[in-house]
Nanobody, 118 residues
Framework: QVQLVESGGGLVQPGGSLRLSCAAS????????MGWYRQAPGKERELVATITSSLSTNYADSVKGRFTISRDNAKNTVYLQMDSLKPEDTAVYYCKATIAAIAGATYWGQGTQVTVSS
C-alpha cells in the first residue's frame, strides 16, 4: 500500500508560479512511475505530466514549456513546478503512483486545489 500526500496548492495570479509536492510512503518509490493529473469543474480528469522510474518525462501539450515534473528518490517525493500560470490551469491537481512490477498497484492522492485568478 502506498499513501500519497499532495501539498503546495493555492491561489495565484495569472503569470505566477506554484510548486506542488507529492510525498509517498513505502520503500518502492524508486521503482514507481509518478504522475500529476488535474480535474477542473465539469471536466474529466486529465494527464498533466508523468515521470518514470528511469526519469523519462511526458507532458500534456497545454503545459509544455511552462510546467516541469521532477522527483527526489531520497525524499520519496515528486514535484510539479508550474510557471506562467493561466486561468485555465485552475483545477484540483492529483498525484498518481504506479508500481509497474506489481499488477494493479496504482494509487492516488487526495488532491490539492490550484486557482489562477486576478
Amino acid at each position: 500500500q502506498v499513501q500519497l500526500v499532495e501539498s503546495g496548492g493555492g491561489l495565484v495570479q495569472p503569470g505566477g508560479s506554484l510548486r506542488l509536492s507529492c510525498a509517498a510512503s513505502g520503500k518502492l518509490f524508486r521503482l514507481t512511475h509518478m504522475g500529476w493529473y488535474r480535474q477542473a469543474p465539469g471536466k474529466e480528469r486529465e494527464l498533466v505530466a508523468t515521470i518514470t522510474s528511469s526519469l523519462s518525462t511526458n507532458y500534456a501539450d497545454s503545459v509544455k514549456g511552462r510546467f516541469t515534473i521532477s522527483r527526489d528518490n531520497a525524499k520519496n517525493t515528486v514535484y510539479l513546478q508550474m510557471d506562467s500560470l493561466k486561468p485555465e490551469d485552475t483545477a484540483v491537481y492529483y498525484c498518481k503512483a504506479t508500481i509497474a512490477a506489481i499488477a494493479g498497484a496504482t494509487y492516488w492522492g487526495q488532491g490539492t486545489q490550484v486557482t489562477v485568478s486576478s
